[in-house]
């Protein structure tokens, strides 16, 4: 019997999304403690009143509230919107899917404004629509004139991530209103919303296909418990509610978002330190003349390297990769590569020495690296490694 017959003819051939690997496995394989820099993840971790209350919550042998009634009202206070606006998703990931899912039919359209987020893609794939690219311009803003001449009566969702990962820049809020006037669903993915403190979250209430996404992922240190939220027009949310599986929020990350939402002066020291600290990172890899950094309002920093000085001067660029957003498959090999690109080989030499970032080798991001901020040790080990990887 062959199974890949039996596979939706679309999804066999396609890609997946190229994920970071967890810490373990990283340290199982290299053998020592690693500096993580690839995940955009909180290096101060969680709050400690997190780990009090998974040990203090009694009913994990009980199913989670599918009304997420207890979560959407803690959420009130800190998005100031009422909770009939919001759903939580296993991720913002999950959202990006249940959105999709809602307003997608077989072949419809959806904008994606490369590069950016690679699960826009993926989940378009996933359900069956069409992505089409409108890429950012030289500077990575979003093309919003290249977005209106894409239009056509196929075209439901256009996804715009601000601060957009991996380039670190923003989204106006007079772009988001132009976007939101051609009557398309609009998100905007706020990821890393409290590292730049702009939002598009009370536009809501007056634009209702405008539909803005938030995780706990990054600012509260929560990756791994997997919650994300959405804010949603009244109508939105209440499909949602009937589509999204009745269980996807656990427990433990019900418990665990209270518990940050309890001690969210601690959380915002945190997010205070890592934007001091972009900074300082920033101010750093500047320092460095092959390197050229990119400003950021995220927790992470992209930088593209020149090939004219320095120990790459003699090596040659290699030819484009297809574009896929969040790192081409290839960064996960070990593999030297003679025809590798400064970047590729930039990131292998890290990798020795204990340090994971991220490297990136498609259109738009030829030949650049994304460093997320970690604490100031890790730039300081960050900085002494690519010295020595610059001087041979
Ligand atoms: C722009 C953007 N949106 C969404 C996500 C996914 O977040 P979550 O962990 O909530 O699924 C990420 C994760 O890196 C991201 O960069």
């Known amino acids: 019997m062959n199974i890949n017959e039996l596979i ?45 209350a998974l040990s203090d919550y009694s009913y994990y042998h009980i199913y989670p509230d599918p009304e997420q ?15 009939e606006y919001i759903v939580c998703g296993n991720g913002s990931d999950e959202l990006i899917d249940l959105i999709l899912r809602l307003f997608l039919q077989s072949g419809d359209e959806v904008i994606n404004c490369p590069p950016t987020f690679g699960m826009y893609p993926v989940s378009t794939d996933v359900c069956d629509g069409k992505v089409v690219d409108v890429s950012r311009d030289e500077n990575f803003a979003v093309d919003i004139p290249g977005i209106k001449r894409a239009l056509n009566e196929k075209t439901k969702v256009i996804f715009i ?17 132009e976007l939101v006037g051609t009557g398309r669903i609009v998100v905007v993915d706020e990821a890393y919303f409290e590292f730049s403190n702009m939002t598009m979250a009370k536009l809501v209430l007056e634009h209702p296909n405008l539909v803005v996404l938030r995780t706990f992922s990054k600012w509260a240190g929560l990756a791994g418990l997997r919650i994300g939220y959405g804010i949603f027009s009244t109508e939105i949310a209440a499909y949602l509610m009937k589509i999204k599986p009745p269980y996807n929020i656990n427990v433990a990350a019900q418990a665990a978002v209270l518990a940050s939402l309890a001690d969210i002066d601690y959380l915002r020291s945190n997010v205070a330190k890592i934007t001091a600290e972009r900074e300082r990172l920033l101010t750093k890899l500047g320092e460095l003349e092959w390197l050229k950094p990119y400003p950021s309002q995220a927790n992470f920093i992209l930088c593209s390297l020149h090939c004219s000085s320095g120990s790459f001067s003699s090596r040659q660029p290699e030819p484009s990769a297809p574009y896929h957003s969040e790192a081409s498959p290839r960064c996960h090999s070990e ?28 259109p738009g991001l030829e030949n650049c690296l994304r460093i997320s901020v970690g604490k100031p040790g890790d730039t300081d080990a960050l900085i002494n490694a690519l010295k020595e990887i610059e001087h041979g």
């Not at 994920?19 to 290096?43: C, F, H, M, S, Y």
């Not at 009634?69 to 909770?83: D, M």
């Not at 601000?162 to 989204?171: A, C, E, L, R, V």
């Open 335 to 362: 593999e030297r590569s003679d025809e590798e690109s400064p970047a590729k080989r930039t990131w292998r030499q890290l990798r020795k020495k204990g340090i994971f970032v991220r490297y990136y080798d498609s």
């Open 69 to 83: 009634r207890i979560l959407r009202r803690a959420l009130e206070e800190y998005t100031g919107l009422s909770f």
């Open 8 to 52: 939706r003819p679309g999804l066999a051939a396609m890609k997946g999304y190229a994920a970071i690997e967890p810490v373990e496995i990283l340290e199982q394989r290299t053998g020592r403690r690693i500096i993580k820099l690839d995940g955009n993840e909180n290096p101060y971790g969680c709050s400690p009143k997190v780990y009090q």
């Open 161 to 177: 991530a601000s601060p957009n990962n991996p380039t670190g820049n923003g989204i106006i809020e007079e772009e988001v209103i």
